[in-house]
């Protein structure tokens, strides 16, 4: 039980990475980026080819993974950076349903539908290895989280608020617009890369059934529901609807819930659109409405 | 200063500039007029160079220096400012922060969490915010959203953000639209006592007779008459077409 649950909170630390970098990226500077799980799994991929396959060392394909993420998050957001970032929600969209597709298809690289498997924690020598990865994992997010918070009142933060309610005007005052998309776009890229390659010795292997379009959804949902401008908003979100609903409906010992597992499990999704809209309709700031003017 | 020749525009097959020479800039300030649709925000934005406002031919330069292409941030770092027509503020941003983020011309970067927090920027600028600040009497509005202003404070909100730029030439797209009173007064102020060449698009005759030096009318895209105040007041072709008897 009490592995389980330190599994859980590091599961929880690397989608709150995921969450932050939306949080920085859609919350402050409107970028949409829903290929989220793209990046996830490049990160993922690069670990359970460079470590399991090669035999590098975790950090190195960690590394890799992190600048594989920037090369492709500029490649993609360079041209669109002009563009309002409607654009780029289309063509995120598609890169995360092609990297997908790539880790299907290139089975000499990736091992196909299969997957790869075993990727050994990086501090398997350790006594109490599991709970020293969820420290790092932890002190990762805690860093970036506080970041975050810096980053709100730091001139950049500003500049990105600037981008997002006004491109127009940043224009006007001298400020590189498209430059600041592409930066947050790269730098939480890059990130959303290294959470994947936390991810993938959590869960011991990598297929591409995981990174299913499915991970940016939720992703989303959560910061929308959390308040999708306040750092803490998308775990918030997380936290409501990953254990305040899936949780609930695998674990409330109400008769006919438990009876119909299978029908509840896909009911969950509908209920995540539900609140979607209710939270869009009467609360569209979410929960956490961001740090105080 | 400004020099734009055989400038033309087109949006779609409609002529919105045919420019064939225009020098702007060279008095202190200088009135654009004209009835609405005559271009006259559109000659702003095509110097400026906004996004669907690129000149289909023709040069424009900025003492000497060629400004067709450019992107627009960079325009505006030369120190070629506009004040908008349409009211713009950034609504999340306390007025203090508008203008603060105006003032910076060092490039914010992701680091700048650690190397350049906004109090290093406000120790740096402070003083000339606050002045700034003081002239068009947002001191007491220095906290408050940039969405919560009024209309007539956010036209003085859109001026003040534009003096920290730094101008060398400044563009003010009717920037007495729905200021009244005080507000009025200290816009006109300001206009009069600036230290570097103003253009002015406004539609109030009062105004333009009483602040400009030269003035240039306007019609269908092109310069139809240039000349001082007092010459355009008196010429008949504007009396006709805009000014009414």
């Known amino acids: 039980m009490i592995d389980y649950i330190i599994y859980a909170i590091t599961i929880a630390c690397v989608y709150a990475i995921m969450g932050i970098m939306l949080h920085l990226q859609f919350g402050l500077c409107g970028v949409l980026n829903f290929g989220t799980a793209g990046y996830f799994a490049i990160g993922a991929y690069s670990v359970a080819i460079l470590t399991t396959l090669m035999g590098y060392p975790f950090i190195v394909s960690v590394l890799v993974g992190a600048i594989l993420c920037a090369i492709v998050g500029f490649l993609i957001g360079k041209p669109l950076s002009h563009l309002s970032p409607d654009f780029l929600f289309i063509v995120t969209l598609a890169f995360g349903e092609i990297v997908r597709q790539l880790a299907t298809s290139e089975a000499w690289l990736t091992n196909g539908v299969a997957g790869i498997y075993p990727i050994s924690n990086p501090l398997k020598f350790l006594p109490f290895y599991d709970i020293a990865y969820l420290f790092i994992v932890a002190l990762i997010c805690g860093a970036l989280i506080f970041y975050s918070i810096k980053v709100r009142a730091s001139p950049f933060g500003k500049l990105l608020i600037g981008v997002r309610d006004n491109p127009l005007i940043s224009e006007y005052i001298g400020k590189d617009v498209a430059k600041a998309r592409l930066t947050i776009f790269i730098f939480g890229s890059m990130i959303i890369g290294v959470a994947g390659s936390l991810y993938a010795p959590l869960l011991g292997m990598v297929n591409p059934a995981q990174f299913g379009p499915l991970v940016a959804f939720v992703a989303f949902i959560s910061l929308m529901v959390g308040g999708k401008e306040s750092p803490f908003g998308s775990i918030l979100g997380s936290i409501i609807l990953v254990f305040g609903i899936i949780y609930i409906f695998d674990f409330l010992p109400i008769p006919i819930i438990q009876d119909y597992k299978l029908v509840f499990s896909s009911v969950r999704f509908v209920v995540f659109g539900a609140i979607l809209i209710l939270f869009l309709r009467f609360r569209p700031k979410g929960l956490l409405k961001g740090a105080a003017l | ?245």
Request: charged share 25%; with cysteine; glycine share 8%.
């Open chain 2, 1 to 245: 200063m400004i020099l734009m020749e055989g400038v033309k525009k087109f949006f779609g097959g409609l002529k919105a500039l045919d420019i064939d020479r225009i020098e702007l800039g060279t008095h202190h300030v200088e009135g654009i007029i004209g009835p609405n649709g005559a271009g006259k925000s559109t000659l702003i934005k095509a110097i400026l160079n906004v996004d669907e406002y690129e000149v289909n031919s023709g040069k424009i330069t900025y003492q000497g220096k060629n400004l067709v292409g450019k992107k627009t941030w960079k325009i505006a770092r030369q120190g070629i400012v506009c004040s908008p027509q349409a009211i713009q503020e950034i609504p999340s941003l306390t007025v203090e922060e508008n203008l603060y983020l105006a003032v910076n011309k060092i490039p914010e970067k992701l680091t700048d969490p650690f190397l350049r927090t906004s109090e290093m920027v406000k120790k740096e600028s402070e003083k000339k915010v606050e002045e700034v600040m003081h002239m068009f009497s947002l001191d007491k509005k220095c906290d408050c959203a940039g969405c919560d202003l009024s209309t007539p404070e956010k036209r003085l909100l859109n001026t003040a953000r534009a003096l920290l730029m730094n101008p060398k030439i400044l563009f003010l797209d009717e920037p007495l639209a729905g200021v009244r009173g005080k507000e009025r007064e200290v816009m006109q102020k300001f206009i009069k006592k600036a230290p570097f060449p103003i253009v002015l698009i406004e539609h109030s005759p009062d105004v333009i007779w009483n602040t400009c030096d030269y003035v240039f009318f306007m019609m269908a895209g092109s310069i139809k008459i240039h000349g001082t105040v007092n010459a355009v007041r008196k010429n008949k072709e504007v009396i006709k077409q805009y000014l009414g008897v």
